[in-house]
């Protein structure tokens, strides 16, 4: 297999030795006429750039048709120039730069400040929207993968509408929130995963609802520099999403369209009926039970002999391949209309888009609806006025999965010999017909819950509704040169409804429906005032000074109603409302908290080579004690660009090279609203003990809970060669996190089951990598490779005085352990199989073998935190095609399969996995698994508990992915202007094509569904029953005019 | 510079200024512990609070576990029950888990209300001793009925110095280890003891004077301290208040909505309303669920007892069902009180511990047979006068198995036996394997200091 894909490879390689394409080049020069380096050369709506030469020079290859390039360079006015490159064309384009001179006109605005295009001292990422837009993926964050150094994606299962799992640079934070900060177009969204729970086992994603075709770019904050000026909430990095506006004059155009297949990227290996039943008799057997086994939800263990015969031999004759029920053909299906228009004194954005997407779940999709309006006015020639709207609509039609049903059932307690429908009369004990063929065949699983994914994903009536409207406005006043006062506001709204019905079918014992609809109402408010100065204090001698004002406040409402006793006529949801009378409305109290911040920065830059700036924050949130809701946020970073030196000027390998420091605290505040108080509740109504109200504690507070805050450290280097042929960043960082907050599980004797408390440390180190080189760069073939790389070191330095126990993640067997990573397994460790009885034989704390299990003896067995992470790209132009792959990987991370345990352990009411097929059978086996029992004792399992947590369902999770390979077509120039259009570009794509690992598994990249933030932190590759991701074949058409 | 100067020391006056209020978001619908107790009826809620949770740890939920780890019950079904039967639990067994933390639930909410009366104005001083008093009294019943399950019992070791459980005597958060049965049982003893002069002698459905007695008198029963078990026990026996039951049915039904009816019998209780039923676990377990088998049945050696005298009216109890023997205690109630502290068995661990002390055995056969004659018929099976001691705790023994079955009493006596050098077998196991003490739940273990108990079983 491996071999098939090498050779693919060097086919691809190859075919990236033959081309040539079109250029632009030229010089620039300085106001003197002198020529101008280090100016930054970058073709906007592209990843294309490089900089200017010792002598000023510049080359860049780029495709036909109409492009937006921009020169940029500190201290001087940001250009921009539209070209029309025809084909074979080289375009010759010369430039001079004027002093820095920011006008209303040229003013962009990026984080909280006037962007300068200057050189960063901070560890930035810029990704271009059409990079995002180019990959199809369920949820615009899952294209960010691979695509900078530092940011770990995990791509979401295949379940329509599920979010990624980012990280950059590691995992600081335990039970509070560690994802990054998300701003769109200035403003803090909502972004909280668990609106929703993890209901039907799927975690609500607030990134859904953003159209990738709406976005300008994306900026990738990581270290405290760049991420300092959110200092109090950075501590696990900033997003900075920009959505499109309208640059040039007049109308101008974008349509796009998209069609596609999705599939499973892989499939499970589940037992047939036959192979099951053998099994589950040689368990019996192995038991010491004689006759025929008995079969769950048809016999049972004391049933005679010739019952469970008679069970066993009607069992052979149903093979029902459940997994093959709950799967099909996913279907994608999307367009996008932007238009834009530019005049003198005002522009607008205006787009619509539709989405749809239906997953390969059968029953399962999530459709798009959206719109925006960016419009922008020049009131005076010192006020500018832009605001951003967008409204979204997302419906996502829900299936069970995992540990809730669906595709999970039929990896699990959906044996084979279950037929989907009876196919006899079956009669109750007086006589009546109880189920006639053709009816649904019901089962119980093991906690009594009623069981068949198949009428589950086509009798429940299940929706979730999410109505999103993200909205900013912002003024820009500049009440003299080079001083700008940026106010901007925003209010992001928020309504998540689920509506689910349960027809009567499901109810056996009554025969009753069920509905409920909850609601989740956010209003997040938001708004920062900034007031920047240029200072020009002497010859290149340049200050710039900020300070700020920011605050936020939020509330999150719940609304919830609910029907009970339905009658078997109500069968759709537009049907509950004839039930009024059973309907149950409750409503819950809010959740709310409140953000307030100042902040000051100032950048010192000298000779355009030397770059100082400090900032510093001072933040107070809401979440924390009365005494601790302050926090200081300091950062100080320095940069230098030596090629500028005069001992490396006009040399012709070193063409550029940047070294920068910083050094910073940052925060994260990200921990429920309310975990401060002490709260008791109420209740006056009477039917409390003995008919009388009651007045009781509720939660245990902490008034001293305070900020998390992380050290950063972080050194760079940037350097060009050979006029930026191959460019480099390479970054080294150091964070070091205190008073890192722990919801802390309680002991059981204090009465309460947790509080939250600032408690461990957290060292995050790595190093990044990231690499661009042209290896060919011809006029009709261009070759560019992108890579890279990732090393994170993560150790959980303190947790006080507790013990791994009390942090835990969710029901996954993740826990603190001092010195091991967050996220760590803690298992009881697996040894082998005793060749002799065929026993498990497991190795206590010191290392000895022993053949009793005991939660005792669990300890670190490994953890889900890669070592490496990275990402490969490969773009090759050959005249008007684009040839692009994208391989991800990750080196060095565990996967716990925690579902794993239950097919291939104990034999049971799950169904297993054809692994299972390596087990003992005779004295002299050497074998992957034990011998075959029903009962967890002969493991040395407590009774009753068939969980069988040991390392031997922990597996090693590297992979290599193709995580995308698209080649895009564009027409002739001549072609397109025959259609009165600029250029249209045709393009197919795959997704997942191929996955190269030694899990033996689904997926080694996986993001489950997570109970809370902590589960999330903690809990990174966890495996249970949790879908594959999807393979996706698309195709796609792009024209502007 | 002058832009400089005007924006910096606008930032400073901004930032030192700060915006506390607009930070200060106290959460709606939930009271402030600060604000939550000032009034005398905030403190009777509390209390009131106090019963609620002990209500719900005795709906079924303590006494079914209890019963498992006897020889009154056989293989029940459900995979938490199954391991307590089995004396197999471990730190992530749910059931075990949920009444260990709703006795200390129950526990901080008294200690709350114990560590808070400065605080309230206009509470008199007869009211603050007596719910000062009932506090005291739940936290020392919560505290013992915990040391029965999740500890080996008093005399397991001769200096008591083994590990029991941890005591709370205060509303915090801290992690504590485990103290010892010596310690533990002195606490309990105290806060009896404390309760038993402060209460009154009547108190509605709540703990009083005598309540404290009862209980006083089965602890020190559990202590195998005969004398003061007879002390207490006559203290509620001769108080005129409580009288014995007409009929076997220790749980009968409440049909009238509102209107509580306890027990005559009954020295402490829990007490349901139609609207607010406390008896989930018993009817949930013991009862038929359709065609399916209810999870817990007795086992076969109990009902053989049952059926040693045909005139036995509690054979009605059970009801054989092919191989299972399903009690009928519960059968067709939904809504009925739950005696916890009552007569009978204050008279048969009264008789007992006269015939340990082998004095006045003729009260002990006397209470012996005011049993016997209600179970079999006035005179029909009566205990002889002039029985001797061992005679008379024999037939004490025997009546108080049969008459607590379900209620998860018996055990504590197998386990008590035990630790007086009796050589007591619980199916097939000693008293004291390490499974005859549940295991703590895991979150127990956050802190460094505890120490749980053996896992493994009793084979």
Known sequence: ?1041 | MKNLRYMFFLFVVAASTGCEKFLDYPPEGAILAEDALNTPDDMQRLLNSCYDVLANVFDGSFQNMAELMSDNMALPNGLDLQAIYKRETNFFTPYTGGVYSDFYYTIFRCNTLLENFDLIEGLSTSDRARMEAEARFIRGFCHYYTAMLWAQPYGYTTDNSHNCIVIRKEATNLPLARSSAAEVYAFILADLEYAYNNLPEVNSVYASKFSAAGLLSMVHFQMNQYSTTVAYANEVINSGLFQLNDTIDHFPSIDSLFIALPNPETVFGIVSYQNDVRTDEFIGNYNSAGALPPALTLSSTFNSLMNQNAADQRKSWIEQDGSLYLSNKFKGKTVFNVPLIYLTELKLIRAEALGELNTDLSTAISDINDIRDRAFGEGLNDLSQGSSASQVISAAREEYRKETVCEGKWVLQLKRMGAKGENIMVRNAPWDCPGMALQFPNSEFTGNTFVGNAEGGCQ
């Open chain 1, 1 to 1041: 297999m491996l071999r098939s894909y090498l050779i693919a490879l060097s086919i691809f390689l190859c075919f990236a030795t033959a081309t040539v394409g079109q250029t632009i080049y030229g010089v620039v020069t300085d106001e003197n006429g002198d020529p101008f380096p280090g100016v930054v050369v970058s073709v906007t709506a592209s990843n294309k750039g490089t900089a200017t030469d010792f002598d000023g020079k510049y080359s860049i290859p780029l495709t036909p048709g109409k492009h937006l390039v921009e020169f940029g360079f500190t201290g001087y006015v940001k250009q921009t120039k539209e070209i029309q490159l025809n084909e074979g064309a080289e375009l010759k384009l010369d430039i001079q730069m004027k002093s820095d001179v920011i006008t209303l006109d040229n003013v962009e605005i990026i984080g909280y400040g006037v962007q300068r295009n200057r050189p960063n001292t901070g560890s930035v990422s810029r990704i271009g929207g059409k990079e995002i837009a180019a990959i199809r993926t369920p949820s615009f964050e899952a294209a960010l993968q691979g695509q900078a150094p530092g940011l770990q994606v995990s791509q979401a299962s295949g379940i329509a509408g599920a979010g990624s799992l980012i990280r950059i640079r590691g995992i600081a934070s335990i039970s509070a929130g560690g994802d990054p900060l998300y701003i769109v177009d200035g403003i803090p969204i909502t972004q909280d995963y668990f609106l929703r729970g993890n209901s039907g086992a799927l975690n609500n994603n607030p990134l859904a609802s953003i159209n990738p075709s709406d976005i300008e770019n994306v900026e990738i904050r990581k270290d405290a520099a760049a991420a300092g000026e959110y200092g109090s909430r950075a501590a696990n990095g900033v997003i900075i999403i920009t959505t499109k506006r309208a640059k040039e004059k007049g109308w101008k155009f974008d349509f796009s369209t998209n069609f596609g297949v999705s599939t499973p990227a892989t499939l499970p290996n589940m037992l047939n009926s036959a192979e099951y039943l053998q099994l589950r008799q040689e368990a019996w057997q192995n038991d010491g039970g004689t006759g025929f086994v008995w079969l769950p939800n048809l016999t049972s263990a004391d049933d005679d002999a010739a019952t469970r015969e008679t069970a066993y031999l009607k069992a052979q004759k149903t093979d029902t391949d459940w997994v093959d029920q709950t799967l099909g053909t996913g279907s994608k299906y999307g367009v996008n209309f932007g238009a834009r228009y530019g005049a003198a004194k005002s522009n607008v954005y205006f787009s619509v888009g539709y989405d749809n997407n239906e997953s390969f779940l059968v029953g399962n999709g999530y459709e798009r609806i959206s719109a925006r309006v960016n419009p922008e006015f020049k009131v005076t020639d010192k006020l500018k006025a832009n605001l951003s709207l967008s409204l979204t609509r997302g419906i996502n039609n829900r299936v069970d999965a995992a540990w809730s049903g669906g595709l999970g059932d039929a990896m699990s307690n959906a044996l084979p010999y279950y037929p989907v429908y009876h196919t006899d009369t079956v009669f109750g004990d007086n006589g009546d017909v109880l189920n006639v063929p053709g009816d649904y065949f019901f089962w119980r699983d093991e906690f009594g819950f009623t069981k068949n994914p198949v009428a589950y994903q086509n009798e429940i009536d299940w929706k979730t509704i999410e109505d999103r409207a993200i909205n900013t406005g912002r003024i820009i006043y500049m009440p003299m040169k080079d001083l700008f006062v940026i106010a901007t506001g925003g209010f992001d709204w928020m309504s998540i409804r689920e509506n689910k019905l349960t027809p009567a079918t499901f109810d056996l014992s009554n025969g009753f429906g069920s509905a409920y609809s909850d609601q989740r109402l956010v209003r997040n408010y938001s708004y920062n005032v900034t007031a920047e100065k240029l200072f020009k204090l002497r010859e290149e001698l340049v200050l710039s000074v900020l300070v700020g004002h920011e605050l936020q406040k939020s509330r999150t409402e719940f609304i919830s109603e609910s029907w009970n006793g339905l009658f078997d006529n109500v069968v759709e949801l537009s049907d509950v409302g004839s039930a009024d009378s059973l309907k149950i409305r409750s409503v819950s109290n809010p959740e709310q908290y409140a953000f307030f911040g100042f902040f000051a920065k100032a950048n010192l830059s000298y000779k355009s080579k030397y770059y100082f700036e400090a900032a510093f924050r001072r933040d107070g949130s809401s979440r924390f004690g009365k005494n601790e809701k302050f926090g200081d946020f300091p950062s100080l970073s320095a940069g230098w660009i030596v090629s500028e030196e005069k001992f490396l000027k006009g040399k012709s390998t070193l063409t550029y090279l940047k070294l920068r420091a910083s050094w910073g605290l940052t925060g994260n505040s990200n921990i429920p609203p309310l975990s401060q108080y002490s709260t008791f509740s109420r209740v006056d109504n009477g039917i409390y003990y003995n008919q009388n109200p009651i007045l009781f504690p509720t939660q245990a507070g902490n008034p001293n809970l305070k900020w998390e805050t992380s050290s950063n450290i972080s050194v760079a280097a940037e350097a060009g060669f050979w006029n930026d042929k191959l460019t480099f960043t390479l970054e080294w960082y150091r964070k070091y996190s205190t008073d890192v907050l722990m919801n802390v599980s309680l002991p059981a004797s204090v009465g309460f089951s947790n509080f939250y408390d600032n408690v461990a440390e957290v060292l995050n180190s790595g190093v990044e990598l990231g690499t661009t080189v042209y290896w060919i760069n011809k006029r009709n073939f261009t070759w560019k490779m992108i890579t890279n790389l990732a090393y994170n070191y993560n150790e959980l330095v303190d947790i006080g005085a507790y013990t791994p126990d009390a942090v835990s993640g969710g029901t996954n067997d993740s826990r603190v352990i001092v010195g091991e990573p967050i996220g760590s397994f803690y298992l009881v460790e697996f040894s082998h199989v005793d060749s002799e009885t065929g026993l498990p034989v497991y190795l206590d704390l010191n290392g000895n073998e022993t053949f009793d299990y005991d939660n005792s003896i669990r300890k670190y067995v490994g953890d889900g935190l890669p070592d490496f992470v990275g990402g490969l790209t490969n773009q090759l132009t050959y005249k008007n095609f684009t040839l692009t792959s994208l391989f991800t990987f990750s080196v060095g991370a565990k996967i716990f399969d925690s579902s794993g345990k239950r097919q291939m352990g104990v034999v049971s009411g799950w169904n297993m996995r054809d692994e299972i097929f390596d087990r003992w059978r005779q004295p002299g086996d050497n074998s992957v698994f034990p011998l075959l029992t029903l009962d967890e004792t002969t493991y040395s399992l407590p009774s009753g508990f068939p969980w069988w947590n040991t390392s031997l369902f922990m597996y090693d999770a590297s992979y290599l992915r193709l995580r995308n390979l698209s080649i895009d077509y564009m027409l002739p120039v001549e072609t397109s202007k025959k259609m009165k259009m600029d250029n249209i570009v045709v393009g197919v794509s795959v997704t997942n094509l191929f996955t190269i690992t030694n899990f033996p598994g689904l997926d080694p990249e996986v993001v489950r569904d997570f109970e809370n933030p902590q589960d999330r932190n903690l809990s990174p590759n966890v495996t249970y029953l949790t879908p594959m991701q999807e393979r996706s074949y698309n195709i796609r058409l792009s024209a502007n005019f």
